[in-house]
């Protein structure tokens, strides 16, 4: 027989990454869609049929970071010519920017709670997976089991007493309570992913170390931590990743001042439907966590299947 | 002797100065809706700074989003907002639960007078309990459901000599709800330039308000009243009356025969959209949409005409409020720079600079002044609407209210399951539990 | 795996024979490893859980402090549980979690057993596949809502170009009908690469001399795919199925963005639908109730799922 299961024929494979690749293109379409709409004028957005060739203008990107207003004659008389490129593009439609907009700080947040509440998971769950993985912890499976299953929780019936806590302890709409908040959503996973890096990593090394003197707290930074660096990375990657994209919690919980921009994003089509500009907005967001994905993949797809794999 | 004195007088005096300047430069953030006003606000707002020295921020929420974010704002007790423009719904929970100062003191000590506003807009925005002289909000920005249509494809002779030809009389601004209807078929589907056009854009918005405030805005009209008039929260009988029915009914006809494709979803935004690219003969929104087609290069000077909500089968005209008051909210910490503000904003040459930008001042020296009718296109349609206006009900649990009628609206109308008097009957029971839940029942 | 499982049991055998900590037990020491963690979940997780638990015992709204807070006994439970409305609620949901997960596993599978057959870049692939699930759904979501714009929307263009129906004849998120679809499409979209994912660790699980011994025994490929291939990989797909399955029941995100739970309420799913109980209406004792009756039942439905899961595993 010409085929093997094992060893696939060379015909087998060209089927097989046709088929794979027609998908992942149909995949990527939507994506590809969304980067070229933010180049695109508003006009050229809401064509029809949909232009695949148009001419790019960073219309959609100083929409995104201004606000505008709209001007009578007499006032852009007055104003006088525009003074910088940008003020050109919003001249066009007799309008002048009148002040920065708010995606800037949005953003700024969820780069503050996203960094803040990785740091602070990869933390507590690094030092509570050591635990569990080296200690004899009483009801050690029903602990594990319990942190996993906070997880299961709808976001939103969570949030309903988390919004009482926080109002309580004015931590409504504030960086801490995000912090502390996604800390606690992304220590599950933390804790199940970290443990299990520790537990490859073999205890000879710090009985070694124990002999040398070590206390079991150097013996845990200085071997077991460097050990366990690619874990520890890749765990982060998966908290930030979580932080970034969480939007239940975001929208319930924060206002302004803390909100990040998952809530924020979709409200900035406002009115006249100013596509390029939400395109624009969502490019930044997620052009990062795309190019993350793409330069780590090893890593990263381990760790997806990580925690199912294991057990 | 004396030279120092005087000297150590005038330090004093500067340092006094520098202090009190100081002390009262404040960091004000007034929340808002982002729209058009908002920004006409800004601009205003200007002289605010230039005068007292505070400097404004402003956070503004898209509609959709703006009820949802502002009363989960106050209802978690946030700081974000020193200054709330909230919806006038908004009154009776802010009131009753403490989340806007009480303004009468403050208005009494400052000399300003309810009785020198609108009296359909104190009543909607600052009193609680509505109809008791109670202040928590001043108002700012008048605003009512009311219909904009196309002037100049009204005037074409070619389309009114074929209207009459079919419905026997002028193609003119319809008098009836029946006459509204027929003009929207007439549009449906209609090529006009070589585009296809439609009858009219409506609410039909899920989410927060649209459908609510669209449907009532014919409910009103058509007989419908929220609750008895002599016993308050009897609702049998009132609110799925045989008149309420059929304007719910008449609201599902007009979204089925007569709106453009895709309207399952349309609030203010949408409106405005569909109207300035021509795509409807007629369209419902709020006033506060109208100083915008002036100036549309599409639809303004003059190609946009204005008229007040029609009447209803047995001749009631009534049409839904819009608009918010100015409340100063009582977790702020900067409450008296706050009143500052309310106290410049109330000032009538301040309110008529507002009129001028394109905010609806409520302010009777501004609207009833003689120049008033003739200073605007839509001025009169504006002072017409108020005049007959009804708004929902402003109840601490309003956004339950809300919610019931959203649900029961939108699946009637826009999922098309069951039937108008299931609806209303099922928003009897619905609204009935939560006053029960209160305690008002 | 029971590598694994060796070094995990003499880690915890020997680590307690190894020296103390200035006195400290070892088991004390343990402790403070983990104590943070367990009183950071304690604090957000269980003691909001207990709270939840006590509020759902009363008529408190969150928006009404001034306002007597009453027990009620089990009157909520009751209420939610005759409500026609959440029974809608449940039935969109379990429409969304059925075909979702039908869709992910069947799409996912399929992917999972081509990309294993190992062809030339098979992995730089695998990659641009699994970049939607990587992204925000809310974010995402509501960007679809512009491609199913009816007319203008790439994807209504992309169906009309196949089909020839006219792009703006239908709407997506606004036709009682299509709605439920859209969402399932979408979710389809952004999670089929979590499953394929697992299937693919599942498929490459499978020691090679399980399919050489079956071809001495001359086994058609057919029957070896139905004999080995899928009892090998059937408890990884039924994980992903598990984690798919939980996921999908709280979703929120990406359809309140997609349809906001319109048109009407048909893809109004329980955590839609519990949104607007307790953030909108702000009945935070109702709502309590009814999100302690989702808890219980994802919390019953996983508990079953998962002694299934074990029994097909001893198999």
Redesign the interface.
């Given at each position: 027989?010409s085929?093997?299961?094992?060893h696939?024929s060379l015909r087998?494979?060209?089927i097989?990454?046709t088929?794979?690749?027609l998908?992942?293109l149909l995949?990527?379409?939507?994506?590809l869609?969304?980067i070229a709409?933010g180049f695109k004028s508003p006009s050229d957005a809401?064509?029809?049929?949909?232009k695949v060739v148009f001419d790019p203008t960073l219309e959609g990107y100083v929409n995104l970071f201004t606000t505008r207003t709209r001007m009578t004659p007499e006032a852009l008389e007055e104003a006088g010519p525009p003074q910088t490129w940008y003020d050109q593009i919003v001249r066009q439609y007799d309008m002048v920017i009148s002040g920065p907009s708010r995606y800037g700080e949005r953003f700024l947040n969820s780069v503050i709670i996203g960094f803040g509440s990785t740091f602070l998971s990869v933390f507590?769950?690094t030092?509570?997976a050591?635990?569990?993985?080296?200690?004899?912890?009483?009801l050690k499976d029903d602990?594990m089991f319990?942190?996993l299953?906070?997880?299961?929780?709808?976001?939103?019936?969570?949030?309903?007493?988390?919004?009482?806590?926080f109002?309580q302890l004015g931590l409504s709409d504030t960086h801490l309570g995000m912090i502390?908040?996604y800390?606690?959503v992304n220590?599950?996973l933390s804790?199940w992913l970290l443990k299990g890096f520790i537990?490859?990593i073999?205890?000879e090394y710090?009985?070694a170390a124990?002999i040398d003197g070590y206390?079991?707290?150097q013996a845990?930074y200085k071997v077991v931590l460097p050990q366990a660096a690619t874990g520890i990375a890749s765990t982060a990657i998966f908290c930030l990743?979580f932080s970034?994209?969480?939007?239940?919690f975001a929208?319930?919980l924060t206002s302004g001042t803390a909100q990040t921009?998952?809530?924020f994003?979709?409200t900035i089509i406002g009115v006249g439907k100013d596509?390029p500009a939400?395109?624009a907005g969502?490019t930044l967001?997620?052009v990062p966590?795309?190019v993350?994905?793409?330069l780590l993949?090893k890593h990263?797809?381990r760790g997806?299947?990580f925690g199912?794999?294991?057990k | 002797m004396h030279s120092r004195h005087l000297l150590t007088a005038g330090a004093c005096a500067l340092l006094m100065s520098g202090l009190a300047s100081q002390a009262k430069a404040e960091d004000l953030t007034l929340c808002w809706a982002s729209w058009d006003p908002a920004n006409a606000l800004v601009e205003l707002s200007k002289d605010f700074e230039a005068q007292s020295g505070h400097n404004m921020s402003f956070e503004f929420v898209p509609w959709p989003n703006f009820a949802?974010r502002m009363?989960?704002e106050l209802?978690s007790g946030g700081k974000l907002c020193d200054l709330m423009i909230g919806d006038s719904q908004w009154i009776g929970?802010s009131a009753?639960?403490?989340h806007y100062v009480k303004l009468n003191d403050f208005f009494d000590a400052e000399g300003i007078k309810m009785d020198d506003f609108i009296d359909a807009t104190v009543t909607g925005y600052s009193e609680w309990p509505k109809n008791s002289p109670n202040y928590w909000a001043l108002p700012a920005f008048g605003d009512v459901v009311g219909w904009t249509y196309r002037k100049d494809w009204f005037e074409r002779p070619e389309l009114r000599a074929e209207f009459k030809e079919k419905y026997g009389r002028d193609l003119g601004v319809p008098e009836t709800f029946a006459e509204l209807k027929d003009i929207a078929e007439f549009f449906q589907e209609r090529e006009i330039d070589g585009k296809t056009v439609y009858g009219a854009s409506i609410y039909t918005e899920?989410?927060s308000e649209g459908i609510t405030m669209g449907a009532m805005d014919v409910l009103y009209s058509f007989g419908f009243l929220y609750e008895n008039p002599d016993q308050p929260y009897d609702m049998e009988g009132f609110v799925n009356s045989e008149g309420a029915v059929a304007g719910l009914e008449y609201y599902k006809e007009l979204y089925d025969c007569c709106t453009p494709?895709?309207?399952?979803?349309g609030y203010m935004s949408e409106g405005i959209d569909a109207f300035k690219s021509g795509q409807v003969a007629l369209q419902m929104n709020f006033a506060f949409t109208w100083p915008g087609f002036e100036s549309d290069a599409n639809v303004g000077h003059g190609k946009t005409g204005y008229f007040v909500n029609p009447k209803g089968p047995n001749g009631d005209q009534f049409a839904q409020l819009g608009g918010q008051g100015i409340s100063v909210v009582s977790y702020s910490d900067k409450k008296d720079a706050a009143l500052e503000y309310i106290k410049w904003f109330a000032q009538p040459e301040v309110q008529a600079k507002w009129w001028e930008m394109g905010g609806f001042s409520c302010l009777k020296a501004v609207t009833l002044s003689p120049e008033f009718p003739e200073s605007q296109p839509y001025a009169q349609t504006f002072l017409d609407s108020m005049a007959v206006v009804k708004d929902f009900w402003a109840e601490?649990?309003y956004?339950?209210l809300l919610?019931?009628t959203q649900?029961r609206f939108?699946?009637y109308v826009?999922?098309?399951?069951g039937t108008a008097q299931e609806a209303l009957d099922g928003l009897v029971r619905d609204w009935t539990e939560t006053f029960e839940?209160d305690g008002k029942l | 795996?029971t590598d694994?499982t060796t070094?995990?049991d003499?880690?915890?055998a020997?680590?307690?024979h190894?020296?103390?900590?200035?006195g400290l037990s070892?088991?004390m020491?343990?402790?403070?490893?983990?104590a943070?963690?367990?009183i950071?979940?304690l604090?957000?997780?269980i003691?909001?859980?207990i709270?939840?638990i006590r509020?759902s015992l009363t008529?408190y709204r969150?928006?009404?402090?001034?306002a007597e807070v009453k027990s009620v006994g089990l009157r909520n439970y009751e209420r939610i549980l005759t409500d026609p409305?959440i029974w809608n609620a449940m039935q969109a949901t379990a429409h969304f979690v059925f075909w979702t997960l039908f869709l992910q596993v069947l799409?996912g599978f399929t992917?999972a057993y081509?990309?294993n057959?190992?062809?030339?870049?098979?992995?730089l692939?695998?990659?641009?596949?699994?970049?939607?699930m990587?992204?925000?759904?809310?974010?995402?979501g509501?960007?679809?809502t512009?491609?199913y714009?009816?007319?203008?929307?790439?994807f209504n263009?992309f169906v009309g170009f196949l089909t020839g129906a006219d792009?703006?004849?239908f709407?997506m998120?606004?036709?009682?009908a299509l709605a439920p679809w859209a969402i399932v499409i979408v979710d389809t979209?952004m999670w089929t690469p979590?499953v394929m994912?697992?299937c693919?660790?599942?498929l490459r699980?499978i020691p090679?001399s399980i399919?050489?011994a079956a071809?001495c025994d001359r086994a058609s490929?057919w029957r070896?795919?139905w004999t080995?291939?899928i009892p090998m990989a059937l408890p990884?797909l039924m994980?992903?199925v598990l984690?798919r399955g939980?996921e999908n029941?709280?979703m929120?995100?990406l359809v309140?963005?997609l349809t906001?739970?319109?048109?009407?309420?048909?893809t109004e799913l329980?955590?839609i639908n519990?949104?607007?109980e307790?953030?909108?209406?702000?009945?935070?004792g109702y709502?309590?109730a009814?999100?302690?009756i989702?808890?219980v039942t994802?919390?019953g439905l996983?508990s079953i799922y998962v002694k299934a899961l074990n029994k097909v595993k001893e198999r």
């Open positions: 027989m085929f093997s299961v094992t696939p087998q494979k060209w097989a990454g088929l794979v690749i998908y992942a995949t990527i379409l939507p994506l869609w969304i709409t809401i064509a029809y049929p949909p507590l769950g030092l509570a050591y635990g569990f993985s080296r200690f004899k912890v009483p602990l319990f942190i299953s906070t997880r299961m929780m709808p976001p939103i019936a969570v949030a309903i007493p988390i919004f009482l806590m109002r502390l908040l800390t606690a220590l599950s804790v537990d490859e073999p205890v710090e009985e124990l206390t079991r707290f845990f990743i970034w994209n969480e939007y239940a929208v319930l921009a998952p809530p994003i979709p596509w939400v395109a969502t967001f997620l966590v795309m993350f994905t793409i993949r990263l797809l997806i299947t199912a794999v294991r | 949802d009363l989960n209802n929970g009753e639960n403490g899920r989410g494709p895709g309207s399952s979803n601490p649990s956004a339950t919610q019931d649900r939108h699946d826009v999922a098309g399951n839940d | 795996m694994e070094v995990r003499s880690a915890t020997r680590a307690p190894a020296r103390g900590f200035r070892d088991r020491v343990g402790w403070t490893f983990i943070p963690s367990i950071l979940l604090a957000i997780n003691f909001p859980l709270w939840t509020l008529n969150a928006n009404r402090t001034a409305d799409i992917l081509l990309i057959k190992k062809f030339r870049g098979n992995d692939w695998t990659t641009i596949i699994v970049l939607p990587m992204l925000s759904p809310a974010v995402v509501n960007f679809w512009f491609l714009q009816p007319q203008i929307g790439l263009y792009p703006s004849s709407s998120i606004g036709d009682t979209w979590f994912l697992i693919l660790a599942g699980s090679e399919y050489e071809e490929k070896q795919f080995i291939t990884f994980l992903a984690f939980i029941f709280k929120f995100d309140v963005q906001g739970g319109g048109p009407g309420s048909i329980t955590s519990l949104k607007r307790a953030f909108e209406k702000w009945r935070t709502a309590s009814y999100a302690v989702l808890f994802v919390f996983a």
